[in-house]
């Protein structure tokens, strides 16, 4: 694996008596912290130190909660006397850092100093997780600590590149680190199909077959978090066959983590989600905005905050379209949806296809398809207007559905 050979190397360097700084970024459930255990275990195999400093979401956290951690797991390394004289002078007070910037100054030239004492003695593996939680007293002393790494040091961050996305604070501390000249920076990326095989064979003790690897690849995309539950999912429910891997329904995980983060978006935008859940993975962007009432800024205003939360993002290369990161949490967002909400909103999808499904059989298709959901909103004659065309397409293929479309009259 490339990526842990780039933290081998660093953990190497301080080995060696060097410094390094390697920063690991991806989306949520990529891997992140899995990378940075294996690696803290490998470290602590052979010798180094290797202190903890995990940083949580929202306010409950005391400031510099993360250095709280990782300097007393130093401190620990000390003889008892050194230990208490450090924690008699300012680093001591750590918990409630001092507002004023000389003081915060000396605690962080402390904080170095520290680091710099315990590394002379064997080398130091910092492994900071979360850093997209980082308070601004935690990113100033990361920042100052990576700027100023004591011989034998090694720093390994990880964070996360959406949901949320960084932060001006975090994003000035990246930019910072990026032009230290021991800095890497590493972004982990999705499974293979190859890989996920691999993943579900590890995970259930099942070799799956390669449609199964395929069709649960094509769910997560690859997501090696996804891939766990809905290997175990699937293995829980003793099918994993490529037919189920295809229409199982959703891990309650998976449907849990995106509620959560769609609690933060408010209805508006709760709605444009709705809306592009049912249209597809992959999201036209003039379409949703019809579907959604908007024009077509309005729509990209209420995309935002969507974005920022890894809900939906721009498709590569087409600034027209839109997609779901993961079918899955496409799905989710349409299983988490009140039932009553439904058919309205695909009574506007349907709305929205209307006037290209005169001349275009997949839309007139997906046409059929939203009125049919839509079911007793529907005005039976305007129905039958808007379906019958592609109700006769639908029925000469012999879609089962094309029976409901017709009978709408």
Same mark, same amino acid.
């Given at each position: 694996? $490339?990526?842990?050979?780039?933290?081998?190397?660093?953990?190497?360097?301080?080995?060696?008596?060097?410094? &390094?700084?390697?920063?690991?970024?991806?989306?949520?459930?990529?891997?992140?912290?899995?990378?940075?255990? $294996?690696?803290?275990?490998?470290?602590?195999?052979?010798?180094?130190?290797?202190?903890?400093?995990?940083?949580?979401?929202?306010?409950?956290?005391?400031?510099? /909660?993360?250095?709280?951690?990782?300097?007393?797991?130093?401190?620990?390394?000390?003889?008892?006397?050194?230990?208490?004289?450090?924690?008699?002078?300012?680093?001591?007070?750590?918990?409630? !850092?001092?507002?004023?910037?000389?003081?915060?100054?000396?605690?962080?030239?402390?904080?170095?100093?520290?680091?710099?004492?315990?590394?002379?003695?064997?080398?130091? #593996?910092?492994?900071?997780?979360?850093?997209? /939680?980082?308070?601004?007293? =935690?990113?100033?002393?990361?920042?100052?600590?990576?700027?100023?790494? !004591?011989?034998?040091? %090694?720093?390994?961050?990880?964070?996360?590149?959406?949901?949320?996305?960084?932060? =001006?604070?975090?994003?000035?501390?990246?930019?910072?680190?990026?032009?230290?000249?021991?800095?890497?920076?590493?972004?982990?990326?999705?499974?293979?199909?190859?890989? %996920?095989?691999?993943? %579900?064979?590890?995970?259930?003790?099942? *070799?799956?077959?390669?449609?199964?690897?395929?069709?649960?690849?094509?769910?997560?995309?690859?997501?090696?978090?996804?891939?766990?539950e809905l290997s175990r999912f699937l293995a829980g429910s003793g099918e994993l066959t490529e037919d189920a891997a295809a229409r199982a329904g959703i891990p309650f995980t998976? @449907?849990?983590?995106?509620?959560?983060?769609?609690?933060?978006?408010?209805?508006?935008?709760?709605?444009?989600?709705?809306?592009?859940?049912?249209?597809?993975?992959?999201?036209?962007?003039?379409?949703?905005?019809?579907?959604?009432?908007?024009?077509?800024? *309005?729509?990209?205003?209420?995309?935002?905050?969507?974005?920022?939360?890894?809900?939906?993002?721009?498709?590569?290369?087409?600034?027209?379209?839109?997609?779901?990161?993961?079918?899955?949490?496409? $799905?989710?967002?349409?299983?988490?949806?009140?039932?009553?909400?439904?058919?309205?909103?695909?009574?506007?999808?349907?709305? &929205?296809?209307?006037?290209?499904?005169?001349?275009?059989?997949? #839309?007139?298709?997906?046409? =059929?398809?939203?009125?049919?959901?839509?079911?007793?909103?529907?005005?039976?004659?305007?129905? /039958?207007?808007?379906?019958?065309?592609?109700?006769?397409? #639908?029925?000469? @293929?012999?879609?089962?559905?094309? *029976?409901?479309?017709?009978?709408? &009259?």
């Amino acid at each position: 694996m $490339e990526e842990l050979a780039v933290l081998r190397q660093a953990v190497e360097s301080a080995r060696a008596g060097g410094t &390094a700084l390697v920063l690991v970024e991806g989306e949520p459930g990529v891997g992140k912290t899995r990378l940075l255990e $294996e690696i803290g275990a490998e470290a602590g195999r052979r010798g180094a130190l290797v202190v903890w400093g995990r940083c949580l979401e929202g306010d409950g956290a005391p400031s510099m /909660w993360l250095w709280v951690q990782a300097v007393g797991a130093v401190l620990e390394e000390l003889p008892a006397a050194a230990r208490e004289e450090w924690r008699s002078g300012e680093l001591g007070r750590l918990v409630e !850092p001092p507002p004023d910037s000389g003081a915060r100054f000396r605690l962080i030239e402390q904080a170095i100093a520290l680091v710099g004492q315990v590394s002379a003695l064997r080398p130091v #593996v910092l492994v900071v997780d979360d850093l997209q /939680w980082a308070d601004v007293a =935690s990113l100033q002393l990361f920042g100052h600590l990576a700027a100023r790494l !004591p011989s034998g040091t %090694v720093v390994i961050g990880a964070l996360r590149d959406r949901a949320p996305m960084p932060g =001006s604070e975090l994003a000035r501390m990246l930019a910072a680190a990026s032009r230290l000249p021991r800095h890497r920076r590493v972004r982990l990326g999705p499974l293979s199909p190859a890989e %996920v095989a691999e993943f %579900v064979r590890h995970e259930t003790g099942r *070799t799956p077959g390669a449609g199964v690897a395929r069709g649960i690849h094509a769910r997560t995309a690859g997501n090696p978090f996804f891939v766990r539950e809905l290997s175990r999912f699937l293995a829980g429910s003793g099918e994993l066959t490529e037919d189920a891997a295809a229409r199982a329904g959703i891990p309650f995980t998976v @449907r849990d983590v995106v509620k959560d983060r769609m609690a933060g978006i408010d209805d508006a935008a709760r709605e444009v989600l709705r809306i592009a859940a049912l249209i597809g993975r992959d999201v036209d962007l003039a379409l949703l905005a019809r579907a959604a009432g908007f024009d077509v800024q *309005t729509c990209l205003d209420r995309l935002e905050p969507l974005q920022d939360l890894g809900l939906l993002e721009p498709f590569p290369g087409d600034p027209f379209s839109f997609r779901f990161p993961h079918d899955l949490v496409r $799905e989710s967002v349409v299983r988490t949806m009140p039932q009553r909400h439904a058919p309205r909103l695909h009574l506007r999808v349907a709305d &929205a296809l209307e006037p290209a499904a005169q001349d275009d059989e997949h #839309v007139a298709e997906r046409l =059929s398809c939203h009125l049919w959901a839509a079911g007793p909103l529907l005005n039976p004659i305007s129905g /039958w207007q808007k379906g019958r065309p592609a109700a006769d397409r #639908v029925q000469q @293929r012999g879609d089962v559905r094309s *029976t409901s479309i017709a009978g709408l &009259a």
